[in-house]
């Protein structure tokens, strides 16, 4: 069973960071695109960022491009997401998600096992 655990949510000052990491459950986390969504109130989700199972490529959001950063240790079937220079429209549940193929998707649907998010907010 694939599970995704989202954990270093939490509330923040805007200008500070925090850093996400979400632990994968399989032993074939390696072989995985992982990507990173959010969910502000009342909006739909939002592509944040994807990586490729051997870290080598790596996709943003225009909207965080050079603030977020993505990375994944296969060693320790995590991938992470550090956020600098948070702004309150960053405010959101944020969720980390597998996609078994080789792609770098954008789109909810290219993924296959999402996690159950973890909430930043970020106050002004």
């Known amino acids: 069973q694939v599970q995704l655990v989202e954990s270093g949510g939490g509330l923040v000052q805007a200008g500070g960071s925090l850093r996400l990491a979400c632990a994968a459950s399989f032993s074939t986390f390696g072989f995985y695109t992982m990507g990173w969504f959010r969910q502000a109130p009342g909006k739909i989700r939002e592509f944040v960022a994807a990586i490729k199972y051997n870290g080598r490529s790596t996709r943003y959001g225009d909207s965080v491009k050079d603030r977020f950063t993505i990375s994944r240790d296969n060693a320790k079937n995590t991938v992470y997401l550090q956020m600098n220079n948070l702004k309150p429209e960053d405010t959101a549940v944020y969720y980390c998600?597998?996609?078994?193929?080789?792609?770098?998707?954008?789109?909810?649907?290219?993924?296959?096992?999402w996690g159950q998010g973890t909430q930043v907010t970020v106050s002004s």
């Open positions: 998600a597998a996609d078994l193929g080789l792609g770098l998707g954008s789109e909810e649907n290219d993924y296959d096992y």
